[in-house]
């Protein structure tokens, strides 16, 4: 079957494997073929709860496995599904309400109250299950979807201003799932194990990898990404581990300690934001047979590029290539391509570019660009290098490069240099406000701010040193389980003010 919506993909592999798992939560289990039983029931449901084509659902990534029928569903009926972090809070679940303008909200207590103040339909996550166990499948009803119709609407915060909705049409998912596929390949014996919020797209995409592999996914959740995640793990026999570096650095530390049996992972991939090169050392040494891809990516084109495996080994600080059928480089300031190993803005090419942002022409018109070719190219706002042979070098964000004492610095170069040095568990570097004011260090650790300073003395040039430091006992997360950068800038702030 050649997949060209979201439903195909599953339908697929429910005539490959309809009895393997294909998703798990520890609670409910569902085979391929249950999962898609369930998509046709859910989409008879949906159809009597008067939602069709382009009509947006907003649902509650609480429903775990029972969400994987339902984005099926709602494609088999043309409708929009839009993610929503369980976490999320209030103000943020009001935004996306309005700003969706749902026909229909699935979840829990905080969004059937703001459901209810707005006039829209609701179900719980009760009336989810029963549709997707025994509501009357209606298999002949014609599906209307295309490939280009939305199929998701996934919202990114970026580092200010209120979350934005990244339109994701069923073509551009389908293309960047099989071309992310042919890179990792997830196969029928693997059990990929995430506790990634399923409203976050490098944890909802692994619903598509398992589903094109005819894998098992295993899914966690965030109470499962601190000192149980090894027996998680181990317990649900993964193979795959789809790790943040903030995952990937607490699973470090637990296979170190003394006693501590390693699960048997093959593979661990990285995206999000740079992984430190002694996490991985740690985690090759305590786990046999690892291999690691290293990728980059934005929700506005889900994956740009892909490391071979253990590639970082040979080019360490790369990215990797670009995925097949699609092209990465780098411009200047006036959009003119530079030659390799020049840094300037990253420009993505590809059928993967998402199509804009929800309700935001003037910001679409900015980074999604028509400057070249059949394809909208993608201006990311993040600063880099390609070489000779088309390997990415990330050197971080527009927001992220500053000038400290008159020279340029990058904020990952910073925190690698932070990363290197024993004592240190997590490192930030909040750029300054103003040319006067100097970059602040924020790292996790019990050493002194002066001591880690002084540390980084023979790791940085001195004019690249931050010229203070704060340190706390851990560095705050946000719900994908990245540093929340805007939370430390806002704690450097009053720091300076106070």
Known sequence: MNAAVLHDLLDAAAVRH???????????????????????RIATWLRQRGVGP???????EAAGPWLVPL???????????VP??????????????????????VGGAVTAGEAARRGLAHADLDELRDAARSWPPDAGAPSPTLPVDPAWFIYTSGSTG?????????GQIVFAARAIHHELGYGTDDVVYSPLPLSFDYGLYQVLLSTLGGARLELGSAKDAG?????????????????????AATLARLVERPGVRAPALRLLTNTGAAMPADVLTTLRKQISGLRVQLMYGLTECKRATIMPPDGDLLRPGSSGRALRNTEVF???QDGNRLPPGRIGEIVVRGPHVMSGYWRQPELTARRFRRAEGLFPQLHTGDYGSVDAEGYLYFDGRHDDVYKERGTRVSSLEVEAAADRIPGVRAACAVPP????????????????????????????????IPRSCVTLPALPLTANGKIDRSRLARLVEETRDA
Request: glycine content about 6%; charged content about 20%.
């Open 162 to 170: 209120a979350p934005k909705a990244v339109v994701s049409t069923h």
């Open 54 to 60: 382009r009509d947006r659902i907003v649902v509650s």
């Open 227 to 247: 000192r149980v995640l090894v027996h998680r793990l181990r317990d649900t026999g993964a193979t795959v581990f789809p790790a943040v570096p903030s995952l």
């Open 84 to 105: 929503l972090s369980a976490a999320a809070p209030d103000v943020v679940v009001r935004h996306i309400l309005d700003d969706a303008g749902p026909t229909l909200v």
């Open 18 to 40: 309809p009895d393997q798992t294909a998703v798990s939560d520890g609670t409910d289990a569902l085979t391929y073929a249950e999962v898609r039983a369930a998509s046709v």
């Open 433 to 464: 406000r103003d040319a006067t004011a100097g970059a602040t260090l924020v790292v996790a650790s019990e050493l002194s701010p002066g001591r880690v300073l002084a540390a980084l003395t023979g790791q940085l040039e001195e004019t690249k």
């Open 71 to 81: 984005l099926t569903g709602a494609s088999r009926v043309g409708a929009v599904s």
């Open 330 to 332: 780098v411009v200047d």
